[in-house]
Nanobody, 124 residues
Framework: QLQLVESGGGLVQPGGSLRLSCAAS????????IGWFRQVPGKVREGVSC????????KIADSVKGRFTITRDNTKNTVYLQMNSLKPEDTAVYYC?????????????????WGKGTLVTVSS
């Protein structure tokens, strides 16, 4: 069964850090670009960052630029999102998605596979 599983979410104080992981099972992630997305109730799912299948190309949303970093380890079939200097407005359910996308990536929420999400809450 093809699955993406996110982990690493939780409650953190403003200014804190979290590292999210997106692990694949049933298929090799190295053929897919991976995106991280987030969604709050009542709003559309928005792209946060993405990374190409090789890791050579990344994109980052302006709202998190300088604070979030996306990386991948294809030997572990896992993609990471390092989140630093977290703000209350970063509170959301974070999802990863996999999509075949050539040598680049996209932050549009149109993917082949979705994970079920992990909740990040930034609050004092």
């Amino acid at each position: 069964q093809l699955q993406l599983v996110e982990s690493g979410g939780g409650l953190v104080q403003p200014g804190g850090s979290l590292r999210l992981s997106c692990a694949a099972s049933g298929f090799n992630l190295d053929s897919y670009a991976i995106g991280w997305f987030r969604q709050v109730p009542g709003k559309v799912r928005e792209g946060v960052s993405c990374i190409s299948s090789s890791g050579g190309s990344t994109k980052i949303a302006d709202s998190v630029k300088g604070r979030f970093t996306i990386t991948r380890d294809n030997t572990k079939n896992t993609v990471y999102l390092q989140m630093n200097s977290l703000k209350p407005e970063d509170t959301a359910v974070y999802y990863c998605g996999a999509r075949r996308y050539g040598s680049s990536c996209s932050m549009e929420p149109r993917v082949d596979y979705w994970g079920k999400g992990t909740l990040v809450t930034v609050s004092s």
